[in-house]
């Protein structure tokens, strides 16, 4: 570093001006703009809590039409605001509501417009309670509010189902089972099938569209909808709302059975009976068959008993009669007429064989007869007649045809000879009077100024007799054609 006593003392003044400037501008302090402050503060909180989590209870959650979910999260001793966008609020399994208690991750930011810092939550979980669990129990809080699980719109089943409808896998054991019980305890049952997926992502969807096509199907009366038993996660189709509520618009008694006696679903608390097991569901369809057999056996033996009770007292009245004096005869006299009756009836029955016997042999002759004059080959001897016939009438007026065509050609080539038009063709014309009523031979037959017609071979020409020129006998003194008008 320089010493100041180095320097010249002209020098001293400017430096020591220098050397202030410098220091007043090392001392001042920098200035950000808000907007520049807001981004540093942005900066270091992003890069800094990238992935964070954090713990507390829902307050002011709203969802915008957007899809976006605004909320913020509290403790005794803060609040912090959150913001969960639409494509992660999509995977919630539960919906965000006031007062839940829970732990969500995501990043830090800074809303700049406000100069508020949030988090922007990737994934939000419930704390000490399952997202599927918390879920379900709101989803059964809809559901009751909407009176879907009130007991008082359960609807009893058919005594005597005619057709019953299955909603279930059709790879399953459920159905099999369904069918085996059906197949025993109600053969002549009507079973309609809608396969659906009972497990995975798209069961739920595929389980409503089935119970909807069912219930669309004429005359069906009961539906049972279900599965095997599983773990939860296999059963949880029967938990979604769009089986919930298709179950509930099923037009018919829907009954459900999922999975084992100690699992119950939403499926079961919304249908109109619960059955333990897909077996138990076909028993209970058709309970009401049994006791209507088993009634039916009770009446028949009731009916069997008096029957016999009766035959009983009729053969000991019979006995009775038997033994009386004046009916003692009576078995041997209605043997006779028993053997007179089997009598008659040998004798009617040759009878009827004579009989048909003679009709038969009428037939076979009536039969051959008919067979001679089968019509079928008369019209096929007709037809070949008429097409010989045809054919020789058509070769006959050919054959008259030329002969007069041959007759014909020298008559009209005479007649075309002596033809006034052919003459008429080689030059000469025809002249007529002015009405062309008459032929004009001779010229001494019109007079000069009258009017003539002179047919041609082609065309008419209308001409006034200008001169004439008559024929006279030789004369002494004269010569032939001197004319007579000038």
Known sequence: MTDLFDLPFDDDGDHAEDMAVSDSVDDRPRIFTVTALTAEVRLVLETTWADVWVEGEVSNCRVWNTGHVYFSLKDPGAQLRAVMFKSAARSLKFKLEDGLHVLA???????????????????????????????????????QADGLLDPARKRPLPALPRKIGVV????????????KVLGRRYPNAHVVIAPARVQGETAAAEIARALGDIGRIEGVDVVIVGRGGGSIEDLWAFNEE???????????????????????TLADLVADLRSPTPSAAAEIVV??????????????????????????????RLQRLIGRPAVAGFPARLALRGRH?????????????????????????????LESLNLRRSISRIQTRLTQADARLRAAVVRRGHAADGQLRPLAARLDTLSPLAVLGRGYAVCWDAERH?????????????????????GELQCVVTSRTLPELAAPGTTPGDRDDP
């Not at 279930?168 to 089972?177: E, K, N």
């Not at 008459?438 to 082609?458: D, F, K, W």
């Open 168 to 179: 279930t896998s059709i790879d399953g054991a459920a159905l099999r089972d369904i069918l």
């Open 341 to 369: 009756v089997a009598e008659l009836q040998a004798g009617l029955q040759r009878a009827g064989h004579d009989s048909v016997g003679r009709r038969q042999r009428v037939f076979q002759t009536l039969r051959l007869r």
């Open 242 to 264: 769009p089986v919930a509520r298709a179950i509930a618009r099923c037009p018919v008694p829907v009954i459900s059975a999922v999975g084992h006696e100690v699992d119950v």
């Open 105 to 143: 991750r995501g990043r830090l930011n800074v809303y700049e417009p406000k100069g508020e810092y949030q988090i922007v939550c990737s994934a939000v979980e419930p704390r000490g309670f399952g997202a599927r669990q918390l879920a379900l129990e709101q989803l059964k809080k809809r559901l």
């Open 438 to 458: 008459t032929i004009l031979r001779e010229a001494a037959a019109v007079a000069a100024g009258e009017a003539v017609r002179v047919t041609l071979h082609r």
């Open 287 to 316: 309970s009401a068959k049994d006791e209507f057999v088993a009634r039916i056996d009770r009446l028949a033996d009731r009916v069997s008993a008096a029957v016999r009770g009766r035959l009983q007292d009729g053969r000991h």
